[in-house]
């Protein structure tokens, strides 16, 4: 008798095939049979006018420091993410030494907007190595499979020291083959890959940019000279591709024999630039080279509340006295004082801060119930303001106090030139790219994207209607067997015998994702915007049941992945 039986689902099995009606058996933690004629299950489930996929991978969460406190990793769990690769970007908290901490803590506070007092009450540091790293993760339960990558960050303050902190800081001969031996230790011990940061994007809360920022040939070569000793792992890069950049992660890649994943997304200030960067993956790919542009499922935009890490009015002087009240509160205060309202509305400071966030609100949203990722510029508050003879001030104070304080603007700062998702569409449906970009588990007050894999279902496939949509059976194998196997994880993302039995049975047609809010829910207080889902009626883990109807049931049979 097997130990769990589907029966009736409609089958989306992650290869890009038809979906077809059919049962799915899983036995010992692994589907062991598919179609018709299976036998009993101990546990039966009647599926029919349900969806069943693949458990969803997502190769790009920031997870390292809460999955040594947090079991569920949310929000990945609530939408039917069954693997979470991290480690991301280049930074991250292994190797290190004791004094280490407080910069490594300093450097993802900065990069990733995790606050410093979240992640130093959050971690109990009681490692040195990768590989003990990974045995601490390995030794804590998870509702999921994670997986885990030697960011550069962390491994050039290892080994450079305080000089490494410093990005013109060029390592020495002896320092660049500990590099290649570490690499290849945390490798051979597990490490999904080796990442890096070549962004001015990316600075360290004290405003220092990131360390790897301008690693040259020999220092890039040292990493992939340690993917080509170990055999195994992938090269994950985030850059603004400026001159020579591509070429120089062509050497390295060609040197490893091993994966590059670039992310790939449209920036503002240069909106072509991703084609020429999609462009030299396909022609890698065309000469032989394992290739791929990590991508979005829609605009990267930045959310504001009166709780979030940034509002329109935070740095106004006459804001002062609301600093530290919650919305609901600030917004009581500001109902009781006209002044105060017309303060902030007239008294416009000559400052920097105050024109770029002049800027940003020309092109932001108001993010009410319909929650439109697609949005026309037409209701941007700029065009509003201009169509309604006010200011974008104004429109902005009206929305955030919405909802006794609770209201939401949104600004769309990647992905959204031309005031559509017509370039991620053309993204997501390359042959050279795989799913990213969800950032889960980072920029936690202003950026809520790790809802991407139900967002990536139920707009592409279902509800777009200002442009083409994409066949379901693609986004399924783009968000599971795809990543899985970019990733060297051949195990899962598939429907059918043999194969990891994580599953996800949803209800497609109720498929939705809820307004993101506001908790306080992390170590020391610390806030955070979730999103939650509607929809999944079950995920199994290993054939291991961790959530019905949308709620988690408890049950932690996610492992490390090595």
């Not at 499979?145 to 050039?156: E, M, T, V």
């Not at 962004?199 to 405003?207: I, L």
């Not at 993917?227 to 070429?247: H, I, K, T």
């Not at 790919?285 to 499922?297: D, E, T, Y």
């Amino acid at each position: 008798m097997h130990d769990l039986v589907i029966r009736g689902a409609t089958v989306v099995d992650g290869s890009g095939a038809p979906r077809r009606i059919e049962d799915v058996a899983v036995s010992g933690g692994l589907i062991v049979q598919t179609g018709a004629g299976i036998g009993p299950g101990r546990r039966e489930i009647q599926a029919e006018g349900l969806l069943l996929t693949p458990g969803f991978v997502d190769v790009h969460t920031h997870y390292d420091g809460q999955a040594t406190w947090d079991a569920s990793l949310t929000p990945s769990c609530w939408h039917g993410v069954t693997t979470a690769v991290f480690g991301n970007c280049g930074v991250g908290f292994a190797p290190l030494k004791p004094a280490d901490t407080g910069y490594l803590i300093n450097l993802m506070q900065g990069v990733e907007d995790i606050p410093e007092a979240v992640l130093a009450e959050g971690i109990d540091f009681t490692w040195e190595s990768f590989g003990q790293y990974l045995q601490t993760l390995a030794a804590k339960p998870h509702a999921i499979d994670i997986g885990a990558q030697l960011p550069h960050g962390a491994l050039r303050f290892y080994v450079m020291g305080p000089r490494g902190a410093d990005h013109r800081e060029v390592p020495t001969a002896d320092e660049l083959a500990t590099m290649t031996r570490l690499v290849e230790e945390a490798l051979n011990d597990g490490a999904l890959g080796v990442t890096t940061s070549r962004t001015p994007k990316h600075r360290a809360a004290d405003g220092r940019p990131t360390p790897s920022m301008s690693a040259d040939a020999p220092e890039l070569l040292a990493l992939a000279e340690g993917l080509r000793r170990a055999g195994r792992g992938v090269l994950q890069v985030n850059s603004d591709f400026g001159p020579g950049e591509f070429e120089l992660l062509r050497q390295a890649t060609e040197h490893s024999g091993r994966p590059l994943s670039v992310l790939l997304l449209q920036s503002d200030k240069a909106p072509d630039l991703w084609r020429e960067t999609l462009a030299n993956l396909q022609a890698g790919r065309a000469a032989g080279l394992s290739m791929n542009g990590q991508v979005s499922a829609k605009g990267i935009g930045i959310l504001m509340c009166f709780d979030s890490s940034r509002h329109p009015f935070l740095d106004h002087p006459a804001w002062a006295p609301l600093v530290g009240l919650s919305g609901r509160d600030a917004t009581a205060r500001l109902r009781e004082d006209p002044a105060l309202v017309q303060r902030l509305l007239t008294e416009r400071p000559d400052t920097g801060g105050e024109r770029f966030m002049l800027r940003m609100l020309e092109r932001s949203f108001v993010m009410d119930d319909a929650q439109n990722y697609e949005p026309d510029l037409a209701d941007s508050l700029g065009a509003r303001a201009r169509r309604d003879g006010t200011t974008v001030w104004a429109l902005a104070l009206e929305a955030l106090m919405a909802r006794d304080g609770g209201g939401l603007l949104m600004h769309p700062f990647e992905n959204y030139a031309g005031g559509n998702l017509d370039v991620v569409r053309e993204m997501l449906v390359s042959e050279a790219t795989i799913m990213g970009l969800s950032d889960a588990g980072a920029h936690v007050g202003m950026i809520c994207d790790g809802a991407a894999p139900t967002f990536l279902l139920k707009y592409w496939a279902r509800e777009r209607s200002v442009g083409e949509q994409i066949p379901l059976e693609f986004l399924v194998a783009k968000q599971t067997r795809g990543n899985a196997l970019a990733y060297g994880l051949p195990d899962r993302g598939l429907i059918a015998a043999g194969m990891k039995a994580d599953l996800n049975l949803i209800d497609f047609e109720a498929l939705d994702i809820l307004r993101p809010q506001i908790v306080h829910d992390l170590p020391a207080g610390g806030r955070r915007f979730i999103q939650r889902a509607r929809g999944y009626r079950h995920t199994f883990v290993s054939g291991v049941e961790i959530l019905r109807d949308d709620e988690l049931t408890g049950e932690l049979p996610g492992r490390l992945v090595r």
